[in-house]
């Protein structure tokens, strides 16, 4: 079987099981909505209006930890039996690669609700909207090929969430700087030019991971 066929098998078989289940989908969701809310009442409880640097750090705050969440399940709820019979039908290229896109959809549907619902409940101040779309889309690639390839590793391990954890942050945390910080330029309505080194930058990162996962992720499935 190509690749190609693979990867897209791979992905169909995951939406499939989501939609069936619709766990994940609808408790991101449900954590979405009810931090957000919380965050609203807290605000307007204490009168305290809610600026600019604020408003963008709670958003990246709800949509940081709402991809750890996501995507830690990755290759956690699946069993060692799953894996081989996995390891039999396919390429673990192919496994790796659809589990990042199917991530990558998945962050970029939360992602659109999330600005969605934030946007509505505590207005939406962004001036260059295309900009923090475009921010936007490429923090839930990092976040998604980021945390599945971690995700992959920690699986191997018997303490999951601690090694997760450890091993996202020295990553995670440069990504979310350059992130919030193209975010408020969008916001503040600057010069699109100021953004290019952390665009260019965000980019590079992305392909990194995506090129580190496609040679190491073979090692670490034989293993």
């Given amino acids: 079987m190509a690749l190609a066929q693979e990867i897209k098998t791979l992905i169909t078989k995951d939406i499939v099981l989501e939609w069936r289940q619709r766990y994940a989908l609808n408790g991101m969701i449900l954590y979405i909505v009810s931090t957000v809310v919380v965050c609203y009442m807290s605000f307007n409880l204490q009168r305290v209006p809610l600026n600019v640097v604020t408003w963008n750090a709670l958003f990246w705050i709800i949509l940081l930890f709402t991809s750890v969440n996501a995507i830690a399940k990755s290759f956690m709820q699946e069993r060692q039996g ?66 599945t390839m971690i995700s992959g590793i920690a699986s191997k391990a018997n303490n999951n969430s601690t090694l997760m954890a450890v091993l996202s942050f020295p ?3 440069p990504m979310l ?47």
């Fill in 82 to 147: 799953r894996h081989l019979y996995y390891y039999t039908l396919v390429s673990p290229q192919a496994i790796i690669l659809s589990k990042i896109i199917y991530n990558t959809l998945f962050m970029l549907l939360l992602s659109g609700i999330g600005l969605l619902v934030y946007g509505v409940v505590l207005n939406n101040p962004v001036q260059d909207m295309p900009l923090f779309l475009l921010n936007l889309a490429l923090g839930s690639m990092g976040f998604a090929s980021t945390l």
């Fill in 171 to 173: 990553v995670i945390i």
């Fill in 177 to 223: 700087l350059m992130l919030i910080k193209v975010s408020k330029n969008a916001l503040d309505g600057l010069e699109r030019a100021s953004s290019t080194d952390e665009i260019v930058t965000l980019l590079a990162i992305n392909a990194i991971v995506l090129a580190v996962s496609y040679i190491l992720f073979p090692y670490l499935w034989r293993s």
